[in-house]
């Protein structure tokens, strides 16, 4: 990939989305935030949810918390030619998710969806 890709795909996911929504319903974080930082971090490589994506390809893991909660953790490309999506950019999208809604949420950042 050329630098100036990689440097776009970095920009487009530090600006504001195009398109954000927190979930109005739902099981709250609570304790479980931490948990989600913990599992964000290592569910973001490759053989996971970031790496290689093909036009309109998903990834999708859904992971035990604590308390008997689950997490479901959704990135997709939405652009037109495959990309690469970073293991620190997907760490950005799923935390601002994380971090952002209480009840969860989703958002589209330049071509990126994340859902959590």
Request: aromatic share 12%; proline share 3%.
């Amino acid at each position: 990939m050329h630098l100036s890709a990689i440097a776009a795909t970095a920009l487009a996911l530090l600006t504001s989305p195009i398109q954000a929504e927190c979930y109005t319903t739902g099981e709250r974080w609570g304790d479980q935030r931490s948990d989600a930082y913990w599992v964000v971090q290592g569910m973001c490589a490759p053989q996971h949810v970031s790496g290689y994506f093909a036009p309109d390809q998903t990834k999708y893991q859904c992971i035990d918390l604590a308390d008997g909660k689950k997490g479901e953790f959704w990135v997709q490309w939405r652009g037109q030619a495959s990309q690469v999506l970073g293991d620190g950019d997907c760490v950005a999208g799923l935390l601002n998710e994380v971090n952002g809604c209480d009840l969860g949420g989703e958002s589209v950042h330049f071509g990126w969806y994340f859902r959590v």
